[in-house]
T-cell receptor
Framework: SQQGEEDPQALSIQEGENATMNCSYK?????LQWYRQNSGRGLVHLIL?????REKHSGRLRVTLDTSKKSSSLLITASRAADTASYFC???????????FGTGTRLTVIP | NAGVTQTPKFQVLKTGQSMTLQCAQD?????MSWYRQDPGMGLRLIHY???????DQGEVPNGYNVSRSTTEDFPLRLLSAAPSQTSVYFC??????????????FGAGSRLTVL
């Protein structure tokens, strides 16, 4: 499948610090998405980066994509307690293809 | 605009019982899917549909049935519940973006316990 693998499995930081989580995948892709899941809730789409893009920003989020290394990173700057959640990457070949999710990175932001 | 609505939110079943998890979306999305989420296993795709009348199997389809008679609804049926089906179930729908990416909108989840 097109599943991504997030790393680390868990990350704990102080409020105000930056959080970086990584995603690796194995096959060629058209795009890669990041999703957030708050405890007990459904996943929420955060950002999409296409295979011809190297970096993308959205508010405090910065995503990079290195297709040669088959990896992506999600940086959350100036983290807040409300950023506490699990984060999942979803590499995709695009179109109506299914998305496959790994086990995510569980981020805890300590106030 | 309610998005993706799942019912029930919580359900307890006995082994062997059957039930249906309901999923409805009001965004006119063609694509719908069901995932289950278990601790340490991430989300696993059960079944999906690319349009009314079309369904297909995902990674873990055994023990589940789906149908797609309308664009809006995509129910998931457990035929004979087993304790291994204790999980949190998520329904998702999407409409491809201009670049062809499949961006999913998820429901809030249905937590199922099978005793």
């Amino acid at each position: 499948s097109q599943q991504g693998e997030e790393d680390p499995q868990a990350l704990s930081i102080q409020e105000g610090e930056n959080a970086t989580m990584n995603c690796s995948y194995k096959t060629s892709i058209n795009n890669l998405q990041w999703y957030r899941q708050n405890s007990g809730r459904g996943l929420v789409h955060l950002i999409l980066i296409r295979s011809n893009e190297r970096e993308k920003h959205s508010g405090r989020l910065r995503v990079t994509l290195d297709t040669s290394k088959k990896s992506s990173s999600l940086l959350i700057t100036a983290s807040r307690a409300a950023d506490t959640a699990s984060y999942f990457c979803a590499p995709s070949k695009g179109g109506a293809n299914n998305l496959f999710f790994g086990t995510g990175t569980r981020l805890t932001v300590i106030p | 605009n309610a998005g993706v609505t799942q019912t029930p939110k919580f359900q307890v079943l006995k082994t062997g019982q059957s039930m249906t998890l309901q999923c409805a979306q009001d965004m006119n999305h063609e694509y719908m899917s069901w995932y289950r989420q278990d601790p340490g296993m991430g989300l696993r795709l059960i079944h999906y549909s690319v349009g009314a009348g079309i369904t297909d199997q995902g990674e873990v389809p055994n023990g589940y049935n789906v149908s797609r008679s309308t664009t809006e609804d995509f129910p998931l049926r457990l035929l004979s519940a087993a304790p291994s089906q204790t999980s949190v179930y998520f329904c998702a729908s999407s409409y491809p973006t201009g670049s062809g990416a499949n961006v999913l909108t998820f429901g809030a989840g249905s937590r199922l316990t099978v005793l």
